[in-house]
């Protein structure tokens, strides 16, 4: 039976499904930086691990005058976060929308939140015999109606990016209709020659930008994300309404230091460029097996042999990818992997190689 989890990373859980020690797992299901945790960062903490012993500051000044400087921006434009899932759960609470918009396949916690809100959802499904993009419909889909409209830009688990032209159609769209756009730029780090909407909020009242910190500077264990609006109201509404102190002190400190780290940020970004188009080559070449170009650090698959768990297979050789049955408009063919070192990407493609050529015998 396959391994279904909510969410990438989930290694402890699909050891002890397979009755091994967690460490023996190469995971591929959660996109995180292969090069590891800066090192400017561990030696901040190390330095500075009398932080434990106090408490942060419950504005997070430093943390957020670092984020507004990154981006440009007012301070009281941004709000950091315990994750960008935190700020998620806390945009939807305070833009209280009676009916929300979602794409999908998408990132799972937008539909909790909404629901926990008692939103009416709904779906706007992305088609694989249209590249799994949006087009035209999208506009005509947002009505006077909605009230909320998710976009996850690169989509997760497609890792596509939706054409510039359309994004401000939409964002014009919404702005026209009054209805709340929330953007999630979580692995647009990834992509270096992507401005995303931040610069643009001046221009639209009602646009919500997150972003994560977390997959970029592989510090998931921290816990650390962001939210930048226009909106300051709604801004400042969150900040003081939620409960003090849900960031701890590492993470704020993370914030502070690793957006100036400009050699870590070059080598990430040389890495990608180097081992994105090399896996997507070599996993486009297997024979059962289709791949869809991506943008950010993980490739979106489909196995296309019948009756072949790819995930279950690929942990028997210890290795974890993500199964996206779980996503909305997806059957259990399709899969996601993240893009890791160059030994580690081999070790997948030959794995995947083996199980694919087993399996392909077997069939004849």
């Avoid at 756009?181 to 909407?197: I, K, Q, R, T």
């Avoid at 109201?233 to 400009?262: S, Y």
């Avoid at 974890?320 to 993240?338: M, Q, T």
């Amino acid at each position: 039976m396959a391994f279904i989890s909510e969410h990438g990373g989930n290694t402890l859980e699909a050891a002890q499904a397979l009755g091994v020690d967690p460490a023996l797992l190469t995971d591929f299901s959660a996109n995180i930086n292969p090069l590891g945790m800066p090192a400017s960062l561990r030696r901040a903490i190390v330095e500075q691990l009398t932080l434990a012993e106090r408490y942060p500051d419950v504005e997070y000044r430093a943390l957020h005058a670092a984020l507004a400087k990154h981006h440009n921006v007012p301070p009281e434009w941004v709000l950091a976060g315990n994750g960008e899932t935190e700020l998620i759960f806390n945009l939807v609470q305070f833009l209280a929308p009676a009916k929300a918009l979602l794409l999908t396949p998408g990132f799972a916690e937008y539909r909790r939140a909404l629901t926990r809100a008692g939103c009416e959802i709904i779906d706007f499904p992305l088609r694989e015999s249209e590249g799994w993009q949006p087009d035209e419909k999208l506009l005509s889909a947002l009505t006077p109606q909605m009230d909320c409209l998710f976009l996850c830009t690169p989509n997760n688990p497609t890792g596509l990016l939706p054409e510039k032209k359309l994004l401000i159609k939409v964002a014009k769209r919404c702005r026209e209709q009054n209805i709340a756009l929330v953007v999630d730029e979580a692995f647009l780090d990834f992509m270096s020659d992507e401005p995303g909407f931040i610069p643009q909020l001046s221009h639209y009242p009602q646009l919500y930008v997150l972003r994560s910190l977390t997959k970029f500077f592989a510090i998931p264990g921290l816990r650390l994300g962001y939210l930048v609006s226009a909106d300051t109201a709604m801004v400042k509404k969150i900040r003081q309404a939620r409960e003090p102190w849900t960031i701890n002190a590492f993470a704020a400190l993370a914030g502070e230091i690793i957006l100036e780290d400009r050699a870590y940020i070059k080598a990430t970004r040389e890495w990608l460029s180097r081992e994105q188009p090399r896996l997507f080559s070599l996993l486009a070449s297997l024979p059962g097996l289709t791949a869809w170009r991506p943008g950010a650090n993980y490739i979106f698959i489909r196995c296309d042999i019948e009756g072949l768990d790819l995930q279950q297979a690929l942990l028997g050789q210890f290795i974890l990818i993500r199964h996206c049955k779980n996503y909305p408009g997806l059957d259990e063919r399709y899969y996601r992997v993240a893009v890791k070192s160059a030994a580690d990407n081999d070790r997948l493609v030959a794995a995947l190689r083996k199980v694919l050529n087993d399996r392909g015998r077997a069939g004849e």
